[in-house]
T-cell receptor, first 114, second 111 residues
Framework: GENVEQHPSTLSVQEGDSAVIKCTYS??????FPWYKQELGKRPQLIID?????GEKKDQRIAVTLNKTAKHFSLHITETQPEDSAVYFC?????????????FGTGTRLTIIP | NAGVTQTPKFRILKIGQSMTLQCTQD?????MYWYRQDPGMGLKLIYY???????DKGEVPNGYNVSRSTTEDFPLRLELAAPSQTSVYFC??????????FGPGTRLTVT
């Protein structure tokens, strides 16, 4: 089955600086890579996702890059703000009919220092 | 739309007791999932369903059972609760090839 590794487990950055979180996956058949943000005591919520037919996707201050050859993908947050403090999870899956299971990484606790 | 709802929000069980965690979605999603999240850890898939009447095991199914008699509901049954099942349980749903929407979670303690 799929295995997703995520680094670092904790990350502290000064407000306004950039943050980068990296994930690697094992199954070359995986083609869907979402990122979820989970605030303390809350449910995970999707912030951005990327499919294997593109190499990069941006949404305002958030971007995700994908390298299928190396089997890794990264989340980039620019101009960080206090409300970016949360745990971020990457995930991978094959989006074939009947096989829509997400495998999650172990999470990165991001702390923005004012 | 209410999205994905879960009940109860909190529950304390004694070892050996049983209970059912309820999950309902009103988005007409085909896919539904149950995850557990241990403190400071990621999400582990317990069971999932691709449609009414169809369920399959995830990564950590032991000690749990599910059923899917309707599109909307996907209850998770814990039999003979053990301390190792202390966790936060999240239900989620999705349409094929789209994002998973999570419920608010059920915090379960087994003592």
């Amino acid at each position: 089955g799929e295995n997703v590794e995520q680094h670092p487990s904790t990350l502290s950055v000064q407000e306004g600086d950039s943050a980068v979180i990296k994930c690697t996956y094992s199954d070359s058949a995986s083609n869907y890579f979402p990122w979820y943000k989970q605030e303390l005591g809350k449910r995970p919520q999707l912030i951005i996702d990327i499919r294997s037919n593109v190499g990069e996707k941006k949404d305002q201050r958030i971007a995700v890059t994908l390298n299928k050859t190396a089997k890794h993908f990264s989340l980039h947050i620019t101009e960080t703000q206090p409300e970016d403090s949360a745990v971020y999870f990457c995930a991978a899956s094959q989006t074939n009919f009947g096989n829509e299971k997400l495998t999650f990484g172990t999470g990165t606790r991001l702390t923005i220092i004012p | 739309n209410a999205g994905v709802t879960q009940t109860p929000k909190f529950r304390i069980l004694k070892i050996g007791q049983s209970m059912t965690l309820q999950c309902t979605q009103d988005m007409n999603h085909n896919y539904m999932y149950w995850y557990r999240q241990d403190p400071g850890m990621g999400l582990k898939l317990i069971y999932y369903s691709v449609g009414a009447g169809i369920t399959d095991k995830g990564e950590v199914p032991n000690g749990y059972n599910v059923s899917r008699s309707t599109t909307e509901d996907f209850p998770l049954r814990l039999e003979l609760a053990a301390p190792s099942q202390t966790s936060v349980y999240f239900c989620a749903s999705s349409q094929i090839s789209y994002e998973q929407y999570f419920g608010p979670g059920t915090r379960l303690t087994v003592t």
